[in-house]
């Protein structure tokens, strides 16, 4: 009996020890997935933090070069060879307000081989559904339509208030979707998830339908569609990319003159100013205001709401009182030599900024309050500013337009005009919605894998009677169905850190000067801290450069940074004997912004311009830029890329000689 009891405690210890081992390895199961989650999430975050830092330096150079739009249209030799786009266009590229949808008909033909929608006025639900269905199969709508329907919306938009009242008595709920920016297949989903517009079923789109994305033509085909179909259903606000001079950089202007190669003027000229007739916000229930940036603690909604909108055609384009009190301001204030490293931060645009806050006037200063002013600081600071969670109100300097606003001055503005809750868009969330200031500030934002394929979800929010909200999420999945999550967090990652070395290779003197600071010995080593501080000081990016390093130099046995080899799988992509480094890297730093002033030079839209065309836009560039680069350098360079001698170059072909090239993804390639 004593041994069948020994036995039986003999197996049960053995069962309690196996018990031990199988938590054990439960538990270090449980700490490895968590801590690979932890790692998968980091480099997530960082990957996304770098995609957004990039954008808001961008939007800083696009700042900067709307200055030098103004600058080029004014001190130009021949202004008319440049001012086509920006001031009225010649006389066969007006649409007149006048045309009526009949003379539409007679001056532009539809060809019997045209096989897309068929649309008559008034346009009614069938007509919506067709371009539904013609857009999801790649389908084209011509542009006699285009124009017709464009003439139309800016028709009804004329009729509309600055800012829309609804209220949520007549229907149940309403929907609000953030930026699109030209993600057809975002919409698409929005309205299989949520059904389409109608009386029943209200939307506000508020803003940034455009840009970025291949569709946004589409995109706003579709919304000025039922816009027309259902004008007290479907509400649009304008947003900061609802703007000529921004589609330029961000690619909309592209995408028209590509799709309608015959008329793309016309329909530019016309949407330019359909974008300056959207409204500026909504109000529902007259407790939640929405629009697109966010506020200021100037902004006044009265003086929003009475003002002429559609006089501001390009918030890019300040009043010319600006420039001339600006100008007032440096007559009383001495002027004192830039340092060197101030020179830089200028050309690398980081001085630049345009911000009601960040408009001053000397103190004592009897100029009078300009009314032109006051409309443009009013409107940009609604699209461009954007939440933060310290008090108060500071210039944007990340974007370099508008500000950013604490809770406090949310506060002021709800209590100012008895409102609850303030939805805004403007901003990348990778849950495609974020809340702050005490639920008071909401951020939706409707363009999924934005960034990447993966990087983020969309999100709409549905708002009841009770003005409580409810966020639908979403995210558009072709490739990442197909992935595990670290194979989507890889493709981020490696997308990220691709955009980020071009940054860097784009600033490689100014990058090798900072370092070198930290090198005194000149060894080609320096500490990470001093390397992450060389970084910063040069990019301003605000970036976690520690963490970066690994991805982005290397170090050496004694911890050092070995400085250089930040370049080492970097170059040139077409390298050209006559350009001097100096040169190619200022040419590659600044290729978007030469591709948008070229193609505003180029009339006939044939990718050619004139040698002297050329050599004014380059001077007058640099020379508004502060970029010191002797004339005969680019003389030398840009005849030797006419290879036939006629007195043109294709720019296309000459820019892309200036991009960079990732040597390692060459190799894997070829």
């Known amino acids: ?398 974007r370099g337009g508008g500000c950013y606003f604490g809770p406090d001055v949310t506060a002021k503005l709800f209590e100012r005009y008895n409102l609850k809750m303030l939805i805004r868009s403007h901003e990348f969330k990778p849950e495609g919605y974020e809340i702050s200031h005490d639920g008071k500030v909401i951020t939706i934002f409707s363009a999924s894998n934005y960034y990447e394929e993966g990087s983020n979800r969309g999100a709409y929010i549905k708002l009841n009677p009770e003005l409580t909200p409810r966020f639908v999420q979403y995210q558009v999945s072709k490739l990442t169905r197909r992935q595990n999550l670290r194979e989507r967090v890889g493709t981020i990652e490696s997308s990220a850190l691709k955009s980020l070395r071009e940054k860097i290779y784009a600033h490689r003197s100014e990058l090798i000067s900072a370092f070198a600071q930290y090198d005194i010995n000149g060894t080609g080593r320096i500490s990470v801290n001093d390397w992450a501080a060389a970084m910063e000081s040069v990019l301003q990016l605000e970036l976690p450069w520690r963490m970066l390093r690994s991805q982005l130099a290397q170090m050496n046995p004694d911890g050092e940074v070995d400085f250089m080899s930040c370049f080492y799988d970097l170059k040139m992509g077409q390298p050209i004997k006559e350009a001097q480094p100096g040169l190619a890297e200022t040419l590659c730093r600044y290729r978007k912004d030469l591709e948008i002033i070229f193609n505003i030079i180029d009339k006939d839209h044939s990718g050619l311009i004139s040698l002297e065309e050329f050599s004014q836009t380059w001077r007058l560039f640099t020379s508004h830029l502060g970029i010191d680069i002797q004339d005969d350098s680019i003389d030398k360079l840009v005849l030797s890329i006419d290879y036939n001698k006629d007195g043109h170059i294709d720019f296309n072909e000459f820019l892309e000689a200036f991009h960079v090239v990732h040597r390692l993804e060459k190799k894997a390639t070829s």
Request: one cysteine or more.
């Open 1 to 398: 009996m004593g041994s069948i009891i020994g036995t039986m405690g003999c197996s049960s210890s053995v069962a309690d020890r196996k018990s031990e081992n199988v938590i054990r390895a439960a538990i270090l199961i449980q700490k490895w997935y968590r801590f690979t989650m932890a790692r998968l999430e980091m480099r997530r975050r960082y990957s996304l933090s770098i995609f957004q830092s990039i954008e808001y330096a961008d939007e800083q150079d696009q700042l900067q070069l709307s200055n030098f739009f103004t600058f080029m249209l004014d001190n130009c030799t021949h202004p008319e060879a440049v001012s086509q786009i920006f001031t009225s266009p010649s006389a066969p590229q007006v649409v007149d307000e006048d045309l009526s949808l009949k003379e539409f008909e007679k001056k532009i033909a539809v060809p019997d081989s045209y096989y897309g929608p068929r649309l008559s006025f008034p346009l009614t639900v069938e007509d919506a559904n067709a371009l539904l269905h013609a857009f999801r199969n790649e389908q084209l709508l011509h542009a006699r339509y285009v124009l017709q329907l464009l003439s139309e919306t800016r028709r009804v938009l004329k009729e509309m208030p600055n800012i829309t009242h609804l209220s949520t008595s007549y229907s149940k709920e309403i929907t609000v979707c953030g930026d699109l920016h030209g993600n057809l297949d975002d919409l698409l989903l929005i309205f299989y998830k949520n059904g389409l517009p109608s009386e029943q079923n209200p939307y506000v789109f508020n803003g940034d339908f455009v840009d970025r994305g291949k569709n946004s033509m589409e995109i706003l085909i579709i919304l000025f569609a039922f816009l027309l179909i259902y004008p007290n259903d479907l509400h649009l606000n304008r947003g900061n990319h609802e703007d000529y001079i921004m589609n330029l950089r961000y690619g909309f202007t592209k995408e028209v003159s590509k799709k309608y190669k015959d008329h793309w003027k016309q329909i530019l000229s016309l949407l330019r100013d359909v974008f300056s007739w959207l409204p500026l916000a909504t109000i529902i229930d007259s407790k939640v205001l929405i629009l697109h940036g966010g506020i200021s603690d100037t902004t006044d909604l009265d003086f929003l709401n009475a003002l002429e909108r559609n006089k501001l055609k390009s918030l890019m384009r300040p009043p010319k009182s600006v420039g001339n009190r600006q100008d007032h301001v440096k007559k009383k204030t001495p002027m004192t030599k830039p340092s060197k490293h101030t020179a830089n931060q200028h050309v690398a645009g980081k001085t630049q900024h345009i911000s009601s806050t960040g408009f001053t006037e000397p103190s004592g200063s009897n100029l009078p309050p300009d009314p032109a002013l006051k409309e443009w600081k009013q409107i940009l600071d609604i699209l461009w500013s954007d939440p933060r969670s310290q008090n108060g109100c500071t210039p944007n300097k990340c």
